[in-house]
């Protein structure tokens, strides 16, 4: 029984290993200026489900038998082996068991509130349809959203605070639309989901938590392009400045707003020239690295770790 256990570890562990290397390369290649704030996000879309998916897992189960070059890793397999008996294994299981479920329960108080908070919808707009479809996505008014904000998973619909269609003009409005629409078309939520749910599991990994502030800068940053693309940024500087700082004291709160600070002071700031060139260079270099990764995980995995008897 302990054997089996240290096994499945030592391959988590090699797997975890070069997860974290292609992690740390994720987060060089995507520091320089150049590529799109879209390929970037991906890319961390990508490393951060590259911590969970034991990709080599499928090739070694397929394929382990031709490949006979594997070689175990003593530095991994003798801790592993060490670590999964005795009173260090309960003690570590405990600690893990401890984080996750309070990860789980934040994630659920998360989940619930934001369904609460969506249960409640006020139609009511001036000038405006109440309730309309933008691009086959559904858009309510929300008395109780502070934010324009993207709900729902499988199906999501666009919620806009009560009251924005006065505060903002048409163009501005159009702009935060257009900006909510990425999100939604993009089922982002959904990406979300699946990566609280890694969290749960890798809540002790700094590099995890990492990847969960690059997606939700990326993440933001992106449909801000998208909204740019379409000519519309200074649009969205404008009414992000109007939501951030509202007219009226108490009538429009949007500070809690992902990113504001920065996404205002990048938007309003020297036009930043993306290259397709820049964009691809980090696409194959992230592409490389991630099947190096693999590569490195089935070099070490598909044989037996080192065993101290």
């Known amino acids: 029984m302990h054997e089996h256990i240290a096994r499945a570890m030592y391959y988590f562990s090699v797997h975890l290993l070069y997860a974290s290397i292609v992690g740390s390369a994720a987060w060089v290649l995507t520091s320089p200026r150049g590529a799109s704030a879209t390929t970037k996000y991906w890319v961390w879309v990508v490393t951060a489900f590259n911590f969970v998916v034991p990709s080599g897992a499928l090739i070694d189960k397929l394929w382990a038998p031709h490949l006979t070059w594997a070689a175990p890793l003593g530095a991994i397999g003798g801790p592993v082996w060490e670590m999964t008996q005795g009173w260090t294994a309960v003690v570590l299981a405990l600690i893990w068991m401890a984080g996750a479920l309070a990860m789980f329960v934040r994630l659920i108080w998360r989940i619930r509130r934001e369904r609460k908070a969506g249960t409640s919808v006020a139609a009511r707009g001036q000038g405006l349809t109440p309730s309309f479809v933008a691009q086959g996505i559904p858009v309510n008014f929300d008395a109780r959203h502070p934010a324009p904000a993207v709900s729902g998973v499988l199906s999501p619909h ?68 998208s909204v740019i693309r379409r000519a519309h940024g200074e649009a969205l500087v404008s009414a992000l400045a109007k939501l951030a700082i509202p007219e009226q004291a108490g009538f429009l709160q949007a500070t809690a707003s992902s990113h504001l600070s920065y996404r205002l002071a990048r938007l309003a700031g020297p036009a930043q020239t993306t290259h397709r060139a820049a964009n691809l260079v980090l696409t194959s270099l992230f592409a490389a690295l991630i099947s190096a990764g693999i590569f490195q995980t089935i070099a070490h995995t598909a044989c037996c770790f080192v065993l101290k008897r």
């Open 158 to 225: 666009i919620l806009l605070p009560l009251g924005i269609d006065r505060l903002l003009d048409q163009r501005e409005f159009q702009a935060v639309l257009l900006h909510e629409l990425a999100h939604a078309r993009r089922r982002d939520n959904l990406i979300r989901l699946f990566y609280e749910i890694s969290l749960c599991a890798l809540w002790f990994h700094p590099l995890i938590w990492l990847a969960g502030a690059r997606l939700a800068l990326y993440r933001e940053l992106s449909c801000d392009e």
